[in-house]
C-alpha cells in the first residue's frame, strides 16, 4: 500500500508541474502581433 500511495503522489507532482508550466504559459507569455497575407487566386471568386 506505500508503493500506491508513493506513486500517486510522483503521478500528482507531475501533473501539477505540468499543469503549472501549461498556467505561466497561458497568463505571462504574450504573443508578438503580425500582420498576415493571404493570396487567393481569381478563379475562387467566378462561380460555377
Do not use: C, H, W
Amino acid at each position: 500500500m506505500p508503493s500506491l500511495f508513493r506513486f500517486l503522489t510522483v503521478i500528482a507532482v507531475i501533473v501539477g508541474v505540468v499543469y503549472g508550466a501549461i498556467y505561466a504559459l497561458a497568463n505571462f507569455v504574450n504573443p508578438k502581433p503580425r500582420e498576415i497575407t493571404v493570396s487567393i487566386p481569381p478563379d475562387k471568386f467566378q462561380k460555377k
